[in-house]
């Protein structure tokens, strides 16, 4: 898969972390980021582009779900640099 070709060169690294599963998750987020900000564009009309992004914790029963939100921006046509909302929004 993409994903796998992706994360092919990081699984040394990964293999050695403190916690491979999460090292491997942060990986796999970090990849795909890069793919979504290599195709964006703000080229559809006079409204903003927000982009939320992050890692969906899944908890076991009966506990709910978390959302680590790691990427929030918003541009536009007229304002295509980012504008980072991340720590305004959601802290440290």
């Not at 969906?56 to 007229?78: E, Y």
């Amino acid at each position: 898969s993409r994903l796998r070709r992706l994360l092919k060169s990081e699984c040394r690294e990964v293999s050695k972390a403190e916690n491979p599963m999460v090292a491997l998750v942060y990986k796999a987020y970090k990849a795909v980021e890069e793919e979504m900000l290599a195709i964006i564009n703000t080229d559809f009309g006079p409204g903003k582009l927000v982009l939320l992004g992050g890692i969906q914790i899944n908890m076991p029963h009966p506990m709910r779900g978390r959302f680590l939100p790691l990427h929030f921006t918003v541009r536009s046509k007229k304002h295509p640099a980012p504008i980072d909302l991340l720590e305004w929004v959601f802290g440290e």
